[in-house]
């Protein structure tokens, strides 16, 4: 039975006053009294309603120059990366193996991006984030194919680096897999010759920050 605002319970008044009728349940079953059967049905939606929202703390208009795109990426094997640690909302520390590093990816300016997206379904109760990472290589030779075929067959950890100058963690909670790639000549004079990939990673939540002062450490 679906509860209005207008509707009445015996003995208890409008189902308005829910913060009252919660509190008498308490105390009914403190005491062994008899509690009208849709005082359950309110109180355990409240109850589901408070276990499912976050705290809202607002946000203040951003007036600081914003820039956009990519300018690089770094990427680790994920059975390289040990523990992935965060403090405050923010990656603090990233454990690698042995003696394993960081790789750094560059490519052409205004050609790299990423984008993340959230799946929700209310019904089921589906929520997640899938972020796309694409990267594109000019020129099409033997160490890039070698490059981009690994990438394409590996788990991976990614930590981009935007234009406004933040890191951004790809792989907290899954391996990031490529979902595409392709490689290209071109075919006037002025087309692009090289190759291209995306990569791609699903999580709970958007793209955690990473702390700029921990990025030369992992490196290498």
Same mark, same amino acid.
């Given at each position: 039975?679906?509860?209005?605002?207008?509707?009445?319970?015996?003995?208890?008044?409008?189902?308005?006053?829910?913060? +009252?009728?919660?509190?008498?349940?308490?105390? @009914?079953?403190? *005491?062994?009294?008899?509690?009208?059967?849709?005082? %359950?049905? $309110?109180?355990?939606? @409240?109850?589901?309603?408070? #276990?499912?929202?976050?705290?809202?703390?607002?946000?203040?208009?951003?007036?600081?120059?914003?820039?956009?795109?990519?300018?690089?990426?770094?990427?680790?094997?994920?059975?390289? *990366?040990?523990?992935?640690?965060?403090?405050?909302?923010?990656? /603090?520390?990233? =454990?690698?193996?042995?003696?394993?590093? %960081?790789?750094?990816?560059? %490519?052409?300016?205004? =050609?790299?991006?990423? /984008?993340?997206?959230?799946?929700?379904?209310?019904?089921?109760?589906? +929520?997640?984030?899938?972020?796309? $990472?694409?990267?594109?290589? @000019?020129?099409?030779? =033997?160490?890039?194919?070698?490059?981009? &075929?690994? $990438?394409?067959? @590996?788990?991976?950890?990614?930590?981009?680096?935007?234009?406004?100058?933040?890191?951004?963690? $790809?792989?907290?909670?899954?391996?990031?897999? #490529?979902?595409?790639?392709?490689?290209?000549?071109?075919?006037? +004079?002025?087309?692009?010759?090289?190759? &291209?990939?995306?990569?791609?990673?699903?999580?709970? !939540?958007?793209?955690? !920050?990473?702390?700029?002062?921990?990025?030369?450490?992992?490196?290498?």
């Amino acid at each position: 039975m679906e509860l209005r605002c207008s509707d009445r319970i015996p003995g208890y008044g409008s189902i308005c006053k829910h913060q +009252r009728i919660t509190a008498d349940i308490h105390i @009914n079953q403190g *005491v062994g009294g008899t509690i009208h059967p849709s005082l %359950f049905q $309110l109180t355990n939606q @409240n109850l589901k309603d408070m #276990a499912c929202n976050q705290t809202l703390s607002g946000l203040v208009r951003d007036c600081s120059p914003s820039m956009g795109g990519i300018v690089e990426a770094l990427i680790a094997n994920k059975e390289d *990366v040990t523990e992935i640690s965060a403090s405050s909302d923010m990656i /603090s520390s990233i =454990t690698m193996a042995s003696s394993a590093k %960081f790789k750094r990816y560059a %490519f052409a300016r205004n =050609t790299g991006s990423l /984008s993340s997206n959230y799946t929700i379904d209310q019904t089921t109760g589906v +929520r997640y984030v899938a972020s796309d $990472l694409v990267l594109v290589f @000019n020129r099409m030779e =033997t160490a890039k194919r070698i490059e981009i &075929s690994a $990438l394409a067959q @590996n788990d991976l950890v990614v930590i981009v680096k935007d234009a406004n100058g933040k890191y951004w963690l $790809l792989g907290k909670d899954e391996p990031v897999n #490529a979902t595409a790639g392709d490689g290209l000549t071109g075919t006037a +004079r002025a087309d692009r010759n090289g190759y &291209s990939i995306t990569l791609q990673d699903n999580s709970r !939540e958007m793209p955690y !920050e990473v702390d700029p002062s921990i990025i030369d450490a992992l490196i290498g």
